[in-house]
Antibody, heavy 121, light 110 residues
Framework: QEQLVESGGGVVQPGRSLRLSCVASGFSFSNYAMHWVRQAPGKGLEWVAVISYDGSNKNYGDSVKGRFTISRDNSRNTLYLEMNSLRTEETALYFC??????????????WGQGTLVTVSS | QSLLTQPPSVSGTPGQRVSISCSGSKSNIGGNIVNWYQQLPGRAPKLLIYSTNQRPSGVPDRFSGSKSATSASLAIRGLQSEDEADYHCATWDDSLKGWVFGGGTTLTVL
């Protein structure tokens, strides 16, 4: 059964960094592109980043470009999101999601349960 | 402020038909497919409609999607209490070169 488990969330001060992880199981992780999507409390979804199946292509939402880095380790079936210079407005539940296919322009299909990031002093 | 505009809330009674709109522009809905996600309270989003009007396996045919010009719609017929959830539209934006989501619509079954 397909499963995505995010971790690494917590409370962090503004301007600091945090790295999120997402461990995949139940499907061939190395064959699929992967997304990060976040949801602020009581708000809608905001797409954050996507990475192609082999990590060769990455794309980011405008609000995180230059500060966040998406990466993956296919040998560990793990997706990462390195977040730098965090802002209070980035307090949100961060979801990882498997894409429909291997390329970075494929949409999110299956989602994990999310990990909560709270940016507060 | 999302590039895709959805009504914050809609409501209906059991058995009724409801529709949720998603308004965009030429750079997103106007030239690309639209997906819809259902998010039950406290749960992760689930893909409900893809490629504008296709249902993944297991999604009842009570749910349907459509698109006209720069707007898309999700229709739910034969409304049931378990349909109470948030619904999010999503599409690719050619200008941003990224995915965009609507602000989400909360469906209440009265």
């Amino acid at each position: 059964q397909e499963q995505l488990v995010e971790s690494g969330g917590g409370v962090v001060q503004p301007g600091r960094s945090l790295r999120l992880s997402c461990v995949a199981s139940g499907f061939s992780f190395s064959n699929y592109a992967m997304h990060w999507v976040r949801q602020a409390p009581g708000k809608g979804l905001e797409w954050v980043a996507v990475i192609s199946y082999d990590g060769s292509n990455k794309n980011y939402g405008d609000s995180v470009k230059g500060r966040f880095t998406i990466s993956r380790d296919n040998s560990r079936n793990t997706l990462y999101l390195e977040m730098n210079s965090l802002r209070t407005e980035e307090t949100a539940l961060y979801f990882c999601a498997r894409a429909r296919g291997s390329t970075w322009y494929e949409w999110p299909v299956y989602w994990g349960q999310g990990t909560l990031v709270t940016v507060s002093s | 402020q999302s590039l895709l505009t959805q009504p914050p809330s809609v409501s209906g009674t059991p058995g009724q038909r409801v529709s949720i709109s998603c308004s965009g522009s030429k750079s997103n809905i106007g030239g690309n497919i639209v997906n819809w996600y259902q998010q039950l309270p406290g749960r992760a989003p689930k893909l409900l409609i893809y490629s504008t009007n296709q249902r993944p396996s297991g999604v009842p045919d009570r749910f349907s999607g459509s698109k006209s010009a720069t707007s898309a719609s999700l229709a739910i017929r034969g409304l049931q209490s378990e349909d109470e959830a948030d619904y999010h539209c999503a599409t690719w934006d050619d200008s941003l070169k990224g995915w965009v989501f609507g602000g989400g619509t909360t469906l209440t079954v009265l």
